[in-house]
């Protein structure tokens, strides 16, 4: 029998030739998911590689296992990977000729290499924590994930595909991660980090969401300006590359965060551009903040931080799920495409990751969505970056790398 | 066997020589530029490192390693046709090239290693050309030429 030459990935590829396939087969790897071979993981090495071991959320096998952190791709994007068990199809990555490569169903698609491990990786803080444990590392940013939990749990109102909690209990016994960062080790970490020549080009912070203070999320607000004055305490100028995800904040709390740090963009992830949907699936956000002030607190935003330096992500796909989500894919599309064209005109832009459902979440057990769905919404997106002029360099394949429609938005000159 | 000739590795390798490479934009028009940095790799690719993310060359390079287009890179009298088949942003092999561009320019910052795949080899010295289009043309002469 003849050897297998190709994969449902190439029937995708020949009906979208404007999109390059390497951004076809990285967001169907995160569609599918990956599974490591024995072999992949047997040449890990931890002095070249960088490991899993620090995710703010969980893997689809919702297992804690030294595994490679993620793959790069030949045009220098990245998958973030999400090791998903055999039985559910995954791509697999394996051996070829001794290199790693991906593989569906037995057809060798690309090779990949595993990310580099940073330097300091194999260092610990003044207080003896690894390095690694306090900030982590993506092939050019700097992770800082200061708090890992999101207080919308605290009456069970947190997001329905989010995992966040079940990692902090997993990642906080396991990997004895600390939930809650010290602001000043975090400083030291991003200084010894930076040490490092040509590695890093933005710094990214990221928590689960802080309601309390005088207003709320207040105490969000301040434990970020605590974080990024200790790593702006590093850098020549009062701004630097850095990007921040935190919730919809009010203007006079964006105001401080902007004047009092060296901040450079915003975003806040409104995670689905429907507003049943958003309260239905994201049920904390909705009770403290609400679908239209979260679009609105976006577009003031813009005011702040100035345009092409605000914007907000979504977990693409979760607007289909049941019982509350679209019926029918075209549908979802044109409701999602029509929303973010409501926030780029102004001067808002939209991202997605696509969604991939995490064992402990409430929406563990469906599917996402096709790869043509997501293909459509990475090229819907990236035309709105087009249409409106938005640069989408703070989170771009450097910065960030789990965008297809920022990949596509590479080609742009601004 | 290698594509590189020792007249042209040691082209690439002398720096008073100019190298120009020529990439295609969205509409399929060549964009020339210098590429002061262009060296050999380890596997006999060629290394072209460019400076700046948006710039038109860089946006180019990545068009054609996306969509299997190819690019020039000309080198005296000698002309490579070739693809970029990898760009490097990270690691040991991109943080050697930014070393090394930061000798040469103190300030300067690194977006890309680009590493291109030599496809063919084309020698344009005039003397060569001369000869074969003379073999291969023998109708195209000028008369005045031949007279005796």
């Given amino acids: 029998m003849a050897q297998k030459t190709t994969t449902k990935l190439d029937e995708v590829a020949a009906r979208y030739p404007d999109v390059p396939r390497l951004i076809i087969l990285k967001t169907d790897v995160q569609r599918r998911g990956v599974f490591y071979s024995d072999a992949a993981i047997g040449i890990l090495d931890e002095r070249l590689h960088q490991t899993t071991g620090t995710h703010i959320f969980g893997s689809r096998d919702g297992a804690l296992t030294l595994r ?48 580099p491990a940073p330097d300091f990786y194999s260092k610990t803080s003044s207080s003896g924590v690894p390095m690694k444990s306090i900030v982590s590392a993506r092939p050019q940013r700097l992770n800082i994930f200061p708090y890992r939990y999101c207080t919308f749990w605290n009456n069970n109102k947190g997001c329905a595909f989010c995992d966040i909690v079940s990692q902090l209990k997993k990642g906080g016994k396991e ?42 999320f207040d105490d969000e607000i301040d434990y970020y300006i605590q974080i990024l004055q200790e790593v702006g305490k590093h850098f020549k100028a009062s701004k630097f590359p850095s990007q921040i995800i935190g919730t919809a904040f009010t203007k006079k709390q964006l105001q401080r965060l902007y004047k009092e740090t060296g901040l450079m963009s915003y975003t806040s992830d409104i995670e689905v551009l429907n507003e049943e949907l958003f309260g239905k699936l994201c049920p904390g956000k909705a009770e403290w903040i609400g679908y239209r002030e979260w679009k609105k607190r976006l577009v003031e935003a813009v005011d702040v931080f100035g345009p092409g330096r605000v914007n907000t992500g979504l977990v693409a796909g979760i607007e289909l799920t049941k019982p509350y989500g679209f ?88 | 066997m290698s594509l590189l000739s020792q007249e042209l590795i040691d082209l690439i390798r002398n720096r008073s020589v100019i190298k120009v490479l020529v990439t295609l934009d969205e509409q399929g028009a060549p964009y020339a530029v210098r590429s002061p940095f262009l060296q050999i790799g380890d596997t006999d690719e060629l290394v072209h490192l460019e400076l700046l993310e948006k710039s038109e060359t860089n946006r180019n390079l990545l068009r054609s390693l996306w969509h299997e287009k190819k690019i020039v890179i000309s080198v005296g009298d000698l002309v490579i046709r070739g693809r970029p088949v990898k760009a490097h942003i990270s690691g ?5 090239y930014y070393e090394q561009v930061r000798t040469v320019i103190p300030d300067a910052d690194l977006s890309t290693v680009w590493l291109i ?32």
Avoid: M
Wanted: glycine residues 6%; aromatic residues 8%; contains cysteine.
């Fill in chain 2, 92 to 96: 040991p092999l991109f943080r050697q």
């Fill in chain 1, 175 to 216: 990997l004895n991660i600390p939930a809650k960062l010290d602001p000043r080790e975090v400083g030291e970490v991003v200084g010894e980090a930076l040490k490092e020549p040509g590695r890093f080009s933005a710094v990214f912070l990221t928590s689960g969401s802080i309601v309390s203070g005088t207003e709320p």
């Fill in chain 1, 68 to 115: 490679p952190e993620s793959l790069l791709l030949r045009d220098g994007s990245s998958i973030i990977t999400t090791p998903t068990p055999p039985e559910e199809a995954p791509y697999t990555v394996d051996l070829k000729d001794g290199k790693p490569w991906l593989f569906d169903d037995g057809v060798a698609l690309e090779a990949v290499d595993y990310w």
């Fill in chain 2, 117 to 148: 795949e030599p496809e063919e080899v084309v020698d344009e010295s005039y003397t060569i050309r001369k000869q074969q289009e003379e073999e291969q043309f023998p109708f195209s002469v000028h008369l005045d030429r031949l007279t005796v």
């Fill in chain 1, 327 to 414: 019926a029918a894919e075209n549908e979802a599309l044109e409701h999602t495409l029509a929303e973010a064209e409501d926030l780029a005109k102004q001067g808002v832009s939209t991202v997605f990751i696509v969604w991939s459902p995490r064992p402990d979440t409430p929406l563990g057990d469906q599917k996402n969505a096709s790869l043509d769905y997501y293909i459509r919404l990475a090229r819907g997106l990236h035309a709105l970056r087009v249409k409106y002029r938005l640069p989408i360099g703070y989170d771009d394949y450097r910065h960030c790398g789990n965008h297809p429609d920022s990949d596509l938005s590479r080609l742009l000159p601004y």
